[in-house]
């Protein structure tokens, strides 16, 4: 049984909106830190947004926090990525990932299980 599955991505113009969703199993859900990242195309995967699922604390990079929110649902063990107003540069592979700790300032550099990711592609 998979422990991460992302769903939600697909084809869309330039200005609309997806919303990622990341199913996980109760065990992996409760009090840990849960993020979202992506993969553009020619470069590395880079943080995104992330989630302290025990409080809500919400920590995001700058090129989300204008547009893009995450958040939770503890009764389905489940977290998601709105993301409006996208851009071609949006484009790329989301995954989705959990580690066994709090969130911190360092979010970025903890070690995390993948999803095998949802892509997310945006036209002009």
């Known amino acids: 049984q998979e422990q991460l599955v992302e769903s939600g991505g697909g084809s869309v113009q330039a200005g609309g909106s997806l919303r990622l969703s990341c199913a996980a199993s109760?065990?992996?859900?409760?009090?840990?830190?849960m993020v979202w990242f992506r993969q553009r195309p020619g470069k590395g995967r880079e943080g995104v947004a992330a989630?302290?699922?025990?409080?809500?604390?919400?920590y995001y990079d700058d090129s989300a926090k204008a547009s893009f929110t995450i958040s939770k649902d503890d009764v389905n063990n489940m977290v998601y990525l709105q993301m409006n107003d996208l851009k071609p540069e949006d484009t790329g592979m989301y995954y989705c990932?959990?580690?066994?700790?709090?969130?911190?300032?360092?979010?970025?550099?903890?070690?995390?299980?993948w999803g095998h990711g949802t892509q997310v592609t945006v036209s002009t």
């Open positions: 989630i302290y699922t025990a409080e809500g604390d919400t």
């Open positions: 109760h065990y992996r859900y409760m009090h840990n830190c």
């Open positions: 990932g959990v580690s066994n700790r709090r969130c911190g300032v360092h979010w970025r550099r903890y070690q995390y299980l």
